[in-house]
Nanobody
Framework: QVQLVESGGGLVQRGGSLRLSCAAS????????MGWFRQAPGKEREGLSC????????YYSDSVTGRFTMSRDNAKNTVYLQIHSLQPEDTAVYYC?????????????????WGQGTQVTVSS
């Protein structure tokens, strides 16, 4: 019923750009804050960005500020993550998630729904 489907990942050269999408269905999308996370092999899941439901303001982790831009389109039930200046250390599976009630934006436990992820691989 509830689905979050990420797309847009792939293999990209260092310094390149990528636009990830997350299509949502089965819940009241516009009332949910949306987040992007990633997990690299052998590392913890890392919160990247979160965009609010109420005013559409995006917030970013220190590690990605200046390179990543999150946006949402409520008419399409879709959120996006535009990534620039990709580096090999950005290689990870990228996940989108939805939270109806959120206090700490990068606390994974507070998100209600998760997608399956999309692989981003950055080559040198």
């Amino acid at each position: 019923q509830v689905q979050l489907v990420e797309s847009g990942g792939g293999l990209v050269q260092r310094g390149g750009s990528l636009r990830l999408s997350c299509a949502a269905s089965g819940f009241a999308f516009k009332y949910y804050a949306m987040g992007w996370f990633r997990q690299a092999p052998g590392k913890e899941r890392e919160g990247l960005s979160c965009i609010s439901a109420s005013d559409g303001i995006a917030y970013y982790s220190d590690s990605v500020t200046g390179r990543f831009t999150m946006s949402r389109d409520n008419a399409k039930n879709t959120v996006y993550l535009q990534i620039h200046s990709l580096q090999p250390e950005d290689t990870a599976v990228y996940y989108c998630a939805a939270a109806r009630d959120l206090r700490y934006i990068f606390n994974s436990a507070e998100y209600d729904y998760w997608g399956q992820g999309t692989q981003v691989t950055v080559s040198s």
